[in-house]
């Protein structure tokens, strides 16, 4: 009996050895990916803002009142704007006069689902109008929804464009 016991004994053992062992292998992968997960999750964050940064368009997120959010740098500059002066502003401060009923219509359109694309008279700091195309969707960022506005000056466009029709009515 006493040879049972130490048998049994040595198994338990070398069970809660072999146990241990695992939980130790198991462990130190754990520890590996709680290592590499701030690294990738910067790296992903960093992608995002050199997109968002350096895109050749104007963006602005908005909250769903028209309460600016966040803008990238083309989108300042777009208006005359430092950013500090536009995140808390609402949309309407550069959505000219003669499109404010009209920039409520996209705005419940993109409210309800739609992703909504559109020509519209802004204005910069000056008063001076800017024609852009505006893409607008509603994208989901945390718990929360938020207006995307990409926004493209399109005013040399709108220029040649009278030309052309200058030309063509001569």
Not at 6 to 31: A, F, M, P, V, W
Not at 90 to 109: C, H, P, T, V, Y
Request: net charge positive.
């Amino acid at each position: 009996t006493s040879l049972t016991w130490r048998i049994i004994n040595n198994k338990l053992i070398i069970s809660e050895l072999r146990l241990q062992h695992e939980l130790t292998i198991e462990k130190n992968k754990l520890d590996q990916l709680v290592r590499e997960r701030p690294r990738d999750l910067r790296t992903t964050d960093q992608w995002y803002r050199s997109i968002f940064e350096n895109s050749h368009d104007g963006i602005i997120i908005l909250k769903k009142d028209g309460e600016i959010m966040n803008t990238n740098d083309k989108a300042c500059s777009m208006h005359g704007f430092a950013k500090e002066q536009l995140i808390g502003a609402n949309i309407g401060l550069l959505i000219a006069d003669n499109r404010k009923s009209q920039s409520n219509e996209w705005m419940q359109r993109v409210l309800d689902g739609n992703a909504v694309v559109f020509e519209a008279d802004y204005y910069d700091k000056k008063g001076k109008r800017v024609a852009l195309e505006t893409s607008s969707k509603l994208i989901p960022i945390g718990e929360s929804h938020y207006i995307l506005m990409v926004n493209r000056d399109i005013s040399d466009k709108k220029i040649i464009q009278a030309e052309e029709i200058k030309r063509g009515a001569s």
